[in-house]
């Protein structure tokens, strides 16, 4: 289950008492008003201006140890806020958008490139075509957080490298 609720200061409290917490809210940025999974998004791209300078290998097994480490984290996180995925928790959007930005690692695209993987991203993040949606709704815990987002930054990244490729 998907909370929509703001945290109140004690869930507040217990997300950011803990390594697991913080990581979880994106570092701080889940903990935006409103539109948390867009902030989480937004301050993805900040560390991937680093990330995309280490090459593909590196890349993937850099996206593989923040996915474990995010499903770690979100399930300890939603455990002491006491459900399965607050809005708060948005490491998933770190993951997420960090594969959506893979294409520009190996194919030439304008700087604004960036922006088009961040869009849809988000889009496909919030549309939850088949089977974001299944998944967001199935599975719970950690995994559950995370998954669903991998899969929004797999369609993410797919039509990335197609209008990336289109514009070589």
Known sequence: MTDRRKLTPRQRRRLLASPAGWIACGLGS???PLAQGTFGSLAAILPWLALRHLG???YVLVLALAFALGTWACGVAGRALGVDDHRSLVWDEFVGQWLALLPLLVLPAPWWMVVVGFALFRLFDVWKPWPIGWLDGHLKGGLGVMVDDVVAG???A???AGIAALLH
Request: without cysteine; neutral net charge; proline residues 8%.
């Open 30 to 32: 889940g903990l935006a």
């Open 56 to 58: 593909v290998p590196l």
């Open 154 to 156: 797999v369609y993410a």
């Open 158 to 160: 797919v039509v990335l």
